[in-house]
């Protein structure tokens, strides 16, 4: 039944897509070729009647998404974050698809919540709310705790939405595969890989248990930074369709007339928002990656507060560290380095002339940093950048690429507060304290120990290499004759000499 299945939702997809006029609007946004085009509309438009009709106030991409339910919603919201495979303008007008789906029955949130925590509510709750927000997968109730009375947040899986999450997953295969087999040219655009990473995000939101260590490892990240707070979860109230955090009490952020009202500095603020993220980005390489409005919350006090960790962000050490480098190239008006960085990190081909790399993105810069602080945009560089790297050979990275989207929400949450700010002023001490910390001599330092106890562990199993590799060159010679080898005792001398400096070093440091 599954291919049957599939093929059905996709012509259920392709009549609603129809219906709504979004089917020439998506497929231009993805520059699909001729023969995709002519499949997508045989699909569509003779069952043009079957589609959904949708809230015709809506554009018609997400007027068609919305109407298809809550996987495709959760889809065109990830599909937000991959412009390279969407293109900016229709990426702009999936990232603020929403996902205000009717709420379910408060009667059933309960029975989840109980069977989930094996606890009646009223056990648990002196006071549990009619819900305060729903989505496309999980819904919220203001709850009181019964032994502390403190005010948390209850968040409650859809009923049965894993089930409709992986049959619409199925489909969002098929439909893939089908795609790179009519259209080898689409696969540049990666498909496959684009809902296997759906997939992976999706799966991780399906159990809220990973939400909450997600929550968890943000504020432990966090916890001293100045103005800015992640809810904890409460873990023994926690599981899979169920997860409980500190109430997060604000303003929403989108609200910047509220904000001015209450008092708060817009200015200073803003600026927050941006240090945050890239502080986040750079010194942790762990970063919310949906970091709208929507997601954020202006405290009393003035701190920032962030909650729904369902997409996040993960960089590892040596790509924060070019990603630091490319950044503070720009901010120095250095063209020639970063070009340099993108071929030490084998971002570019190294056939390709480094010095044409550089002045191609000389031409990034330059018109930029000619306008005035209110056009200055860290996330129209980026963009421009990612266009050279692309025409000079850079293989698309998906990790650098959600960094990118990451910013330019960041960066539209900061100027919605502040339409003057300079954005590169803004970033300047935090790229710099960043380099400063993990690109100088202590940085070196700090290297040097980290190899010198990776060497260490090895000491204890010297004497069985050292064996192995003696019995090795004792043994009878083969009987075909060989030339001499001499990369084992080199191995052991080498071995043995960065011991010997390891143990040296460490007793210094």
């Known amino acids: 039944m599954r291919g049957p299945h599939n093929i059905w939702r996709l012509i259920r997809t ?58 495709y919603i959760k889809f065109g919201q990830v599909l937000s974050t991959r412009p390279d495979v969407v293109g900016d303008e229709l ?61 948390v947040a209850v968040k409650v899986l859809r009923p049965g939405i894993e089930r409709a999450f992986r049959r619409d997953l199925d489909a969002f295969h098929f439909a893939a595969g089908m795609i790179e087999r009519l259209s080898p040219a689409s696969r540049r655009l990666k498909p496959t890989e684009v809902v296997k990473h759906f997939e992976g995000v999706v799966l991780g939101e399906l159990d809220l248990r990973l939400e909450a260590s997600a929550a968890s490892q943000f504020a432990a990240n966090t916890k001293d930074d100045a103005g800015f707070r992640v809810p904890a ?50 010194r942790d390489g762990y970063f919310h990656a949906d970091m709208h409005q929507g997601n954020l919350k202006v405290a009393a006090n003035g701190d920032v507060i962030a909650y729904d960790f369902g997409i996040m962000g993960q960089i590892d050490e040596y790509t924060r560290r070019v990603y630091a480098e490319i950044l503070m190239g720009f901010i120095r008006r250095d063209y020639r380095r970063v070009a340099e ?40 560089l980026l963009s421009y950048l990612f266009e050279v790297t692309e025409r000079f050979g850079m293989q698309t990275r998906t990790e650098l690429i959600l960094l990118q989207r990451t910013m330019v929400v960041v960066e539209g949450v900061a100027r919605s507060l502040n339409p003057a700010i300079n954005i590169w002023e803004a970033s300047r001490p935090v790229v710099e304290k960043y380099i400063r910390e993990n690109l100088g001599p202590r940085a070196m330092l ?64």
């Open 14 to 71: 392709g009549a609603t897509f129809e219906r709504s006029g979004a089917m020439g609007v998506a497929l231009e946004a993805l520059d699909a070729p001729p023969r995709l085009r002519l499949v997508a509309r045989v699909m569509g438009w003779p069952f043009k009647w079957l589609g959904y009709k949708g809230d015709p106030a809506l554009p018609p991409v997400t007027r068609a998404i919305t109407a298809l339910g809550p996987a």
């Open 446 to 509: 700090r290297d040097l120990r980290r190899t010198v106890l990776v060497l260490g562990q090895y000491g204890p199993r010297v004497p069985a290499i050292l064996q192995a590799a003696l019995e090795r060159q004792v043994a009878p010679a083969p009987k075909v004759p060989a030339k001499p080898r001499l990369r084992t005792p080199l191995l052991i001398v080498a071995v043995v000499c960065a011991l010997v400096l390891g143990v040296g070093i460490g007793v210094m440091l």
């Open 91 to 151: 990426a702009d007008q999936l990232r603020v698809l929403q996902d205000k789906l009717p709420p379910f029955d408060t009667a059933i949130a309960k029975a989840t919540i109980a069977e989930e925590l094996g606890r009646p509510v009223d056990e648990i709750f002196l006071e549990f709310s009619e819900p305060v927000a729903a989505a496309s997968i999980a819904q919220v109730h203001a709850a009181r705790l019964a032994d502390t009375g403190e005010k």
């Open 233 to 282: 979860p409460v873990w023994a109230l926690s599981g899979r369709q169920v997860m409980v955090l500190d109430w997060a009490e604000g303003l929403p952020m989108g609200d910047a007339a509220a904000i001015r009202a209450a008092g708060h500095d817009v200015v200073a603020l803003s600026e927050r928002v941006l240090q945050l993220f890239l502080s986040h980005a750079l």
């Open 341 to 380: 960085v993108h071929f030490e990190a084998g971002y570019v081909p190294a056939d390709r002339d480094v010095n044409e790399f550089a002045l191609a993105l000389r031409a990034v810069g330059e018109p930029i940093f000619g306008m005035n602080a209110t056009q200055i945009s860290m996330a129209r």
